[in-house]
């Protein structure tokens, strides 16, 4: 008797949590030509263990976890995206620099939502903006980019609040993925960086022997970013 | 006198039985006031063979609307159904096969966005791979249009009930476009229309008689795609 009004109470209280959605997306390889660039990759502990919590009166109690489904977005993407990835537990600094072209740590700028009830329409909503970082090999800023993502999902019969999010949540990270990798050599300052990144590596010949091909990179750079901007143009 | 009570409790009870197998039967008889209309457009010559495939993807470039997901898996149920022997391969599939180039953001909105697609070797021979021959796009979506009624619902410690009547409109409108991956062409255009009426009456339970807009928007626009997509004409 005492376990069923535990268990009631338990229940209740539950309910009374809000909406706890633990976003668990699974990503496909990016069929993408890939970079000649050893690029190190750093996830911060909080980008690891992304939580988006909010308390409002109106739209009632939510928490949204996209750490663990962003890294293996990211982890999948870059290692087909780039020849080689080393993963980082912290960002290489002036007296510890590592053998990369570059390090790259993405951060989670901000992540929004809306419900069927706030917009009137029948979708759920789900918007995430990440800020991509690079640092040199000796950890020194670089330069950073801004990637958005959205993704929506109908309101369905039999569908919970929680699935609904979750699934728009996990196609915002489908279109993270697929804006990275349409963005990455469209991006300006990116591309001059890449320029010199791609020409630094033909002329050296420490450089060459790992990217064998790196000498007609930025040809292939450049034919890449035409192709690209007159895909999506259409 | 007690047996006078139980005889009222009785034809109480009739009354409202028959209130409600009526209120059932009408209900029933007007659930099926569902209306489906099937346009077709023929642009081109189709057929397809043993070796090659098809495959349905929902539009979801637009804002205030979604093409649904199981939407787009009855079409492909339908297409493949019926032992048409029909090769359909999931969404999900295919959208994975081609990530990142068939998402939302991505996606080619025009045939030439398709063919500026196939100039990349590693997305026309996993194309080729895959065996497609026709691409399926599903675009639309199926709305409430009206709602009328209301339903009362109680409990107490005799028990509960519901009395009231509740009645909505779905109107579901889609638009297939066939694209030919083997010509670069667009091959024709299927567009369906389905209105129907839903019943709710709430006699102590409420008893929900629905119209199946979707589902006979479904079946509507997949026959016609199956039949389209399969006829003999020479391709």
């Known amino acids: 008797m005492m376990h069923t009004i535990l268990f009631i109470l338990v229940a209740l209280l539950i309910g009374c949590g809000g909406t706890v959605v633990h976003v668990d997306g699974h990503f496909p390889d990016p069929l993408v030509e890939q970079m000649p660039l050893k690029m190190g990759v750093y996830y911060s502990e909080e980008f690891r263990n992304y939580n988006y919590e909010i308390e409002d009166k109106k739209k009632g109690n939510y928490s949204i976890s996209t750490g663990s489904s962003q890294v293996r977005l990211f982890d999948t993407l870059f290692a087909q995206f780039f020849s080689e990835t080393r993963q980082l537990s912290v960002l290489p600094s002036n007296s510890a620099p590592i053998k990369v072209n570059a390090v790259l740590a993405p951060e989670v700028e901000e992540l929004q939502f809306t419900i069927p009830r706030e917009t009137r329409s029948q979708i759920f909503e789900v918007w995430v903006k990440y800020k991509m970082r690079l640092y040199s090999a000796a950890g020194a800023p670089l330069l950073n980019w801004p990637i958005t993502a959205y993704g929506k999902t109908p309101k369905a019969f039999m569908k919970s609040r929680e699935e609904a999010l979750e699934q728009a949540a996990i196609v915002a990270l489908r279109d993270a993925g697929a804006n990275f990798a349409t963005s990455f050599n469209r991006v300006p300052k990116l591309r001059r960086w890449l320029n010199d990144e791609l020409n630094k590596g033909a002329g050296d010949m420490s450089t060459e022997a790992v990217y064998p091909h790196s000498n007609k990179a930025a040809a292939m750079l450049d034919q890449s970013i035409a192709e690209t901007e007159k895909m999506l143009r259409e | ?235």
């Open chain 2, 1 to 235: 006198m007690n047996r006078k009570l139980y005889l009222n409790k009785r034809i109480r009870w009739l009354k409202l039985s028959l209130v409600a197998l009526t209120a059932m039967a009408a209900a029933v008889v007007l659930a099926g006031c569902t209306t489906t209309t099937i346009n077709e457009m023929r642009q081109g010559y189709t057929g397809i063979t043993k070796s090659e495939s098809i495959v349905v993807l929902g539009r979801r470039h637009k804002s205030d609307y979604e093409t649904e997901l199981d939407f787009v898996q009855c079409i492909g149920g339908e297409i493949s159904g019926q032992k048409a022997n029909v090769s359909v391969i999931p969404e999900q599939e295919f959208a994975d096969n081609l990530y990142p180039w068939f998402e939302p953001r991505t996606a080619p909105v025009h045939l030439e966005g398709l063919n500026n697609l196939l100039q990349r070797e590693q997305i026309a021979e996993r194309i080729t791979e895959l065996g497609i021959r026709y691409i399926v796009w599903v675009d639309g979506s199926t709305e409430r249009t009206s709602s009328a009624g209301s339903i009362a619902c109680s409990i107490g410690p005799g028990g509960g009930g519901c009395l009231g009547f509740g009645t909505w409109d779905d109107e579901s409108l889609y638009e297939a476009s066939i694209w030919d991956f083997k010509n670069l062409t667009t091959v024709g255009k299927i567009k369906a229309d389905a209105k129907g009426t839903s019943y709710m009456p709430a006699v102590v339970v409420p008893i929900p008689l629905l119209a199946r807009v979707k589902a006979n928007a479904c079946k509507g626009l997949g026959e016609q795609l199956r039949s389209f997509l399969t006829s003999s004409e020479e391709s």
